[in-house]
């Protein structure tokens, strides 16, 4: 099992950047693979973006590639999502996933990973 907290979610002007961060703890981080989502209100939860257990295959939608970068430190149990040059469309919470039964590579499907973090709130104006 593995615990994830995110962080680095606030309010930003359109074109501005965030780092998200999601902290994992318990079973051995490199072990997964993770991803993130986002939902907005009113909103279904959406694939972000994608990393393997190494780190060396990643994956993103099409809205935010280009803009989005997706990485993990294994050795410090973190993995993080840069968002450059925000629009307000990408107002939403933002969930880090875990991965450890069904995919070496990251899903861009929710149902497959196993465990969630409590979501940090990005928020674009205009």
């Known amino acids: 099992q593995v615990q994830l907290v995110e962080s680095g979610g606030g309010l930003v002007q359109a074109g501005g950047s965030l780092r998200l961060s999601c902290a994992a703890s318990?079973?051995?981080?490199?072990?997964?693979?993770m991803g993130w989502f986002r939902q907005a209100p009113g909103k279904e939860r959406e694939f972000v973006a994608a990393i393997s257990r190494s780190g060396a295959i990643t994956d993103y939608a099409d809205s935010v590639k280009g803009r989005s970068t997706i990485s993990r430190d294994n050795a410090k149990n973190t993995v993080y999502l840069q968002m450059n040059s925000l629009k307000p469309e990408d107002t939403a919470v933002y969930y880090c996933a875990a991965d450890w039964r069904y995919t070496d590579y990251g899903s861009s499907s929710p149902y497959e990973y196993e465990y969630w973090g409590q979501g940090t709130q990005v928020i674009v104006s205009s």
């Open positions: 318990g079973r051995t981080f490199s072990s997964y693979a």
